[in-house]
Every structure is written in structure tokens, then in C-alpha cells.
């Protein structure tokens, strides 16, 4: 498995060997054969206003819809999109958001066994006005309500999640990609940080349901996803306000990630400088702030998409996630 970018210089994937993509931005739009999941929210930085990003295997890859889902599978590899309009869900409990969600993960886990490969590797989610309160509870606190209902009807443990993300956008469906295999991860967690699965319960009454990081095996290489990673230590967020802090403590989570990860592999090791980074914040104003402190954190050759949108918290300024692929 690989992955490419529409603004790089390496030629793009022939059609028939690409699993599924992303197109991040806005102005753009896909007619492609394979699962897209469409982020609409800006680009902050360069020329274009929507770039799309592809899984590609080396296997040809058979493309398929099952209830809402879209997805592309070589047999070991699964990618996955599933859009919801809440509106299909709303009911007298004011819970559109958690029933959403819910049935979202039930087809994800119902395709996953359907097609054999029952590993969850990596989920991003797309929640639309993510911080905003509705029916007394905050929208993400739903979200985590009707996911952690799925990963238990399907006897899914919680302590061997995938890595994952949840931003906000202002608009639109909930949307999930998700990557999954026939071979598991390892989870890989931060002992800097209270596992995100065993918060207490001031951040709700389910909790989030991922791990920090996964380790995944493919041929001769690994594969290191790193979840959205914000400047939280222990539970707490940390440095509220202060952007520039807290892009530094993210990093900080970030190298530690690195560093259990490098302990669980035989490989070529993890370094910040070898991750493609995908960076989600919350002010527009703050990008430039941001894309300072990282270049000098990582080095002015970091490869690194920024993103306007969200954070699952309030007090939340920037989240980073990344991912990597390592010789064996």
C-alpha cells in the first residue's frame, strides 16, 4: 500500500489500483470510480483550494457499495467512505447526531465482517458544528455516545481501537473514512497522556473511542498512524489560548508516539521529519503561528497539509495527525 497526493511530483495511481481518497477544500468535486470522502473545509496554505489524496495498493482493487458505504478492497485492504445526513435520524429524543453516528459505525463494522478484514487500522471523522450544545449536551460528546454503542454491539474492545480523528466543520454530513486489513495493529498509546477510552466522565458520558497511535504491517514495510494529537497531558488540556504552546506540546505527544512506536518495531525507525502531517486549525489567524513553530520543530522540508476546522474541545487551537511508512 501506498499513498499519494495531487500536488506531488510522483504520477498518480491508475484507477484500478487505488483503494480510496480524500479531497480536502473547497471548489473541488470527484467523479472518480473510488470511495471519496469530501472535507469541506479551507486549505490555509498554497495555491489550490481542494487537494485530493489517495490509498493506493498494489493489488487490483475491486470497488463496491454495501447500504451507505462506499469502498474499495484488494482482499487484504479495505477503504471505506460513509456520508449521513442527520436529518434521516432525527427523532422525539433530539439525537439525531448519536443515532447517526451509530448506525454510521454499525454498516462499518457489518462491511468489515462481510468482507473479511475486521481490523479497523485507522477512522477519521467529520462532524459537523462539533463544539456547538444541542439538547443539552455537546454534539461531540453525542458523536462518542452512538460510536462507543456500535463498537459494543459488535463486542469491539475499546482498549484495542483504531487510531482516529474527530474535527468539526461547519457544515454538511457526518462524514467517516476508515482503512481496515485482515491483519491487526498494535495500538500504540502516550504514557504522557490518560488513554483517550478511559477519560473520566467531565468529558462525557461515553468516552472517546481510539487509540493514540497503531502500528500496521503491510509486505515489507510498516505503517505508523498517529490519531489527532492535541496539548493534552494526563486528560487536561494544556496552555488554553496560547497557540504557539500549544503546537509544542502536540509535538512533544507526537515524538513520544514515535518513540513507543520505534520500540515496537524492528525497522527503520519513526522520526518527526519522516511523517506527512495533516494539521487542523481552529483560527485561520493562527496558521502562520502555527507553520513557524512547526517548520522549526520539523524542519523547513516538512510535509504537511493545513487545514482549517474544529478541535474536539473547546479550548483546542490546533490538532495534528500523521502517518508514516517505514522499510522492515
Known amino acids: 500500500m501506498q499513498f499519494y497526493s495531487s500536488d506531488s511530483t510522483a504520477p ?23 470511495p471519496v470522502l469530501q472535507v469541506l473545509t479551507p486549505l490555509l496554505a498554497g495555491p489550490a483550494q481542494a487537494l485530493q489524496e489517495y490509498w493506493h495498493s498494489s493489488q487490483t482493487v475491486r470497488h463496491g457499495q454495501f447500504h ?3 469502498f474499495g478492497s484488494d482482499g487484504h485492504l479495505l477503504y471505506g467512505v460513509i456520508s449521513l445526513d442527520e436529518a434521516r435520524f432525527a427523532d422525539n429524543s433530539g439525537c439525531a447526531l448519536q443515532n447517526a453516528a451509530e448506525q454510521a459505525y454499525r454498516q462499518l463494522f457489518s462491511l468489515l465482517e462481510a468482507e473479511g478484514c475486521r481490523h479497523l487500522w485507522r477512522v477519521w471523522n467529520y462532524i459537523p458544528r462539533i463544539n456547538a ?26 482498549d484495542s481501537s483504531p487510531a482516529a ?23 500504540i498509546e502516550n504514557p504522557r497522556q490518560v488513554s483517550a477510552f478511559a477519560y473520566p466522565q467531565q468529558y462525557g458520558p461515553r468516552s472517546p473511542t481510539f487509540s493514540r497511535a497503531a502500528l500496521a504491517s503491510n509486505g515489507d514495510h510498516s505503517i505508523l498512524f ?5 496539548s493534552i497531558v494526563g486528560h487536561r488540556t494544556v496552555h ?7 503546537t509544542r506540546e502536540t509535538i512533544a505527544n507526537i515524538a513520544v508516539l514515535l518513540e513507543q ?14 511523517l506527512d502531517y495533516r494539521v487542523y486549525i481552529r483560527h485561520t489567524a493562527d496558521y502562520p503561528a502555527v507553520q513557524q513553530t512547526l517548520a522549526q520543530l520539523i524542519g523547513p522540508a516538512m510535509r504537511v497539509v493545513f487545514v482549517q476546522a474544529d478541535i474536539c474541545r473547546a479550548d483546542l487551537l490546533v490538532e495534528i ?7 522492515r
Open 321 to 327: 495527525e500523521a502517518q508514516a511508512f517505514a522499510a
Open 68 to 70: 451507505d458505504v462506499r
Open 12 to 34: 498518480l495511481p491508475a484507477a484500478t489500483h487505488v483503494l480510496g481518497a480524500s479531497l480536502l477544500g473547497q471548489g473541488g468535486s470527484s467523479t472518480q470510480p473510488w
Open 261 to 274: 512506536a520505534n520500540h515496537q518495531q524492528q525497522g527503520q525507525p519513526y522520526t518527526l521529519a519522516a
Open 240 to 246: 488554553p489560548g496560547d497557540v504557539i504552546a500549544q
Open 133 to 158: 450544545v444541542e439538547h443539552g449536551m455537546e454534539r461531540y460528546r453525542q458523536f462518542n455516545i452512538g460510536r462507543h454503542q456500535a463498537f459494543a454491539d459488535f463486542d469491539r474492545p475499546v
Open 165 to 187: 480523528c474527530a474535527l468539526g466543520v461547519a457544515d454538511g454530513p457526518l462524514a467517516i473514512a476508515f482503512l481496515a486489513a485482515r491483519q491487526a495493529t498494535q495500538a
Open 226 to 230: 498517529i490519531s489527532g494529537t492535541a
